[in-house]
């Protein structure tokens, strides 16, 4: 089946520590990102690769890194300086500026 | 920074009447696209208008786009209580490959 794959479906981080949250495609899409929605919110852009070993900052960047080491994949890591983490955590990817195909969804809490 | 704004925050309908909902946003576009998203799930592309496009049509979808208001509105037809999600508009830059959420419209059909 092509989609795109997001793992873990529920994460706890505890207090000082790094978590990183896996995204995995068989489209072949050029374009990966991710994006945080908080409760009853829309989606905000934390960073976004267009090709692979290249990735730009989204508008919510700080306390998250990501790698594109392949174009398969673009995992987020959750770092110690965020510090108000929960949320829930959307990985997409497309063709260039066409339609986003979205996983679904890492839900992220605090212990 | 949030581009489309989404209105109304959440409406309510019963089932066989029509829904309509409305997304503006700010700056200049190539296109402007909906997703639906179910509860704590991934979201899900619907439609996709370009910016030379004035209407759309997608089974019981309709989609128009003004850009000289700088704004579109998604008519969801003959509803039915499986349409119960929220609705997302997302505007994709001329120059660039990201796309920009609104807040989306909480959309409750009673059956």
């Known amino acids: 089946d092509g989609g795109i794959t997001q793992s873990p479906k529920y994460l706890f981080r505890k207090e000082g520590q790094n978590v990183t949250l896996s995204c995995e495609q068989n489209l072949n899409h050029d374009a990966m990102y991710w994006y945080r929605q908080d409760p009853g919110q829309g989606l905000r852009l934390i960073y976004y690769s267009q090709i692979v070993n290249d990735f730009q900052k989204g508008d919510i960047a700080e306390g998250y890194s990501v790698s594109r080491e392949k174009k398969e994949s673009f995992p987020l890591t959750v770092t110690s300086a965020q510090k108000n983490p929960t949320a829930f955590y959307l990985c997409?990817?497309?063709?260039?500026?066409?339609?986003?195909?979205f996983g679904s969804g890492t839900q992220l809490s605090v212990l | 920074s949030q581009q489309g704004e989404e209105d109304p925050q959440a409406l309510s309908i019963q089932e066989g009447e029509n829904a309509t909902m409305n997304c503006s946003y700010k700056?200049?576009?190539?296109?402007l696209q909906w997703y639906r998203q179910n509860s704590g799930r991934g979201l899900v592309h619907l439609i996709l208008i370009r910016s030379n496009e004035r209407e759309k049509h997608s089974g019981r979808l309709r989609v128009t786009l003004d850009t000289s208001k700088k704004s579109s509105s998604l008519l969801i037809t003959a509803s039915r209580a499986a349409d119960t999600a929220s609705y997302f508009c997302?505007?994709?830059?001329?120059?660039?490959?990201?796309?920009?959420f609104g807040e989306g419209t909480q959309l409750t059909v009673n059956p």
């Open positions: 997302a505007t994709g830059e001329t120059s660039g490959s990201r796309l920009t």
């Open positions: 997409a990817s497309s063709a260039y500026n066409e339609k986003l195909f």
């Open positions: 700056t200049s576009i190539n296109n």
